[in-house]
């Protein structure tokens, strides 16, 4: 049974970090490309973040473009989103997600065929 679990929310002041994590189990994680997505009540699922399988590319939405930061432990089986200079709009729960296709840093929620059950981030102004 695949799971992935999302650690490292909470509360935080604009301008401070957070780093999440999110650790995979069930699949073999090292051929999957990894997501990161956040949802805020009453709006879409957004896209965030995305690596592929390797680590080689990544893609970033343009709102957190230069502030937020995915990376990858294969050995571990996790994956990571390091947040830094954090806005109030940063505030959603943030979900990860898993892709089959390895080589593709997707922006597309409809290609991550498993989803975790999502860490709440929320940044105070």
């Known amino acids: 049974q695949v799971q992935l679990v999302e650690s490292g929310g909470g509360l935080v002041q604009a301008g401070g970090s957070l780093r999440l994590s999110c650790a995979a189990s069930?699949?073999?994680?090292?051929?999957?490309?990894m997501g990161w997505f956040r949802q805020v009540p009453g709006k879409e699922r957004e896209f965030v973040a995305a690596i592929t399988s390797s680590g080689g590319s990544t893609a970033y939405a343009d709102s957190v473009k230069g502030r937020f930061t995915i990376s990858r432990d294969n050995a571990k089986n996790t994956v990571y989103l390091q947040m830094n200079s954090l806005k109030a709009e940063d505030t959603a729960v943030y979900y990860c997600?898993?892709?089959?296709?390895?080589?593709?840093?997707?922006?597309?929620?409809?290609?991550?065929?498993?989803w975790g059950q999502g860490t709440q981030v929320t940044v105070s102004s």
């Open positions: 069930g699949l073999t994680f090292s051929i999957y490309s």
């Open positions: 997600a898993a892709d089959p296709n390895s080589y593709v840093s997707s922006s597309l929620f409809t290609v991550y065929n498993h």
